[in-house]
């Protein structure tokens, strides 16, 4: 089974503490890159990543603006799998999540539950 590389984008610091914690705890997966806003993975973003989980509320720049800048920035078929992991409950968010074609969206908090579930749909 294929070990995932995460990358986290969430400005808050106890939010990417926590999940880092969670997703180490897997033996599926591991983070390999923290940011605090989109701007900073744009900038910063490696080739090494499989999964992105991403919040939609950031300064700087937020999810959405984060999505489309990284659809134009790299090759389509180098895109991860991104996961809009948000707490926003607004129907438009999730709405506007499938028009961009992420992959998931999926509630805060990040649970083991959760993680698992991804991870064996990935594996298929």
Not at 43 to 57: A, K, P, R, V
Not at 63 to 80: A, C, H, Q, T, V
Not at 90 to 99: A, E, G, P, S, V
């Amino acid at each position: 089974m294929k070990k995932f590389k995460v990358v986290l984008i969430d400005d808050d610091p106890t939010t990417n503490f926590l999940n880092k914690r969670l997703i180490e705890k897997s033996e599926d997966a591991e983070v390999v890159q923290v940011f605090k806003n989109g701007q900073e993975a744009i900038n910063g973003i490696t080739n090494e990543s499989d999964i992105i989980f991403l919040d939609i509320n950031m300064p700087v720049m937020n999810g959405f603006e984060f999505i489309e800048k990284y659809k134009e920035s790299l090759d389509i078929e180098n895109r991860r799998i991104v996961v809009m992991l948000s707490s926003s409950e607004q129907i438009d968010d999730k709405k506007r999540t499938d028009k961009l074609g992420i992959t998931r969206y999926l509630e805060k908090p990040l649970t083991q539950n959760k993680l698992d579930n991804l991870i064996k749909e990935l594996n298929g």
